[in-house]
């Protein structure tokens, strides 16, 4: 079940909105919409629910709470964006498409917090990404996907928005420096060559 809660707010913390919708940027044109917001989206084959469920189940260390809907001021879109605090500078995001629920979208963002806890903060974020990684490609060790998602955030550097497609799925990197870092898992529509 997601409740709902109004723009930017969950559980008295602000979210950073524009983490939620990673866009790639272009110089002095406006950005196109990320992937998941054009028409047509692909999505994956489970809710939210569906989805935390099999999540927790295999990352009882690591996880993640209900998502809740994020009320959208004029929101006219196909979409119901939610989000899931895990902690203060750790969030988990998803964009829903409306009517069936199913995910076009799961993110995890974190919001850097200078000081001695910033490493043990970054570590634990690093574990929620090889986490999802791991959801959607299982044979992967818990090191192995440790080290993709370290290989995905080396390639992500210096650029505010890097995609990777692998298989059925695109990781992306959306880097905001000092205002966080927004590491996505999407579906890819598959198109079968023509003969």
């Known amino acids: 079940m997601i409740k709902k809660i109004s723009a930017g707010l969950l559980l008295g913390a602000l979210i950073p909105l524009p983490l939620l919708a990673v866009q790639a940027p272009r110089n002095d044109e406006a950005a196109p919409p990320a992937p ?20 927790n189940a295999a990352n009882p260390d690591l996880p993640l709470y209900e998502f809740r809907a994020i009320a959208g001021d004029n929101d006219q879109s196909n979409l119901t964006r939610a ?5 203060e500078n750790l969030y988990a ?13 799961l993110q995890i963002t974190w919001l850097p917090i200078p000081g001695p806890e910033e490493k043990a903060a970054h570590d634990k ?9 791991r959801f959607f490609d299982p044979v992967l060790s818990t090191e192995q996907s440790m080290q993709h998602v370290t290989s995905l955030l080396a390639q992500g550097k ?7 497609a ?7 990197v959306a880097n905001n420096g000092e205002k966080g870092l927004t590491f996505a898992v999407e579906p890819i529509k598959l198109v079968l060559p023509s003969p």
């Open 36 to 55: 998941y917001l054009q028409t047509g989206a692909p999505t994956f084959d489970m809710t939210i629910s569906q989805f935390r469920e099999k999540y």
């Open 166 to 172: 692998e298989g059925a799925v695109r990781y992306v």
């Open 83 to 87: 989000a899931s605090k895990i902690n």
């Open 125 to 133: 974020a690093l574990a929620y990404m090889a986490a999802l990684v």
């Open 93 to 105: 995001s998803t964009a829903l498409e409306r009517g069936s629920g199913k995910i076009k979208t």
């Open 158 to 164: 210096g650029s505010r928005y890097t995609p990777q």
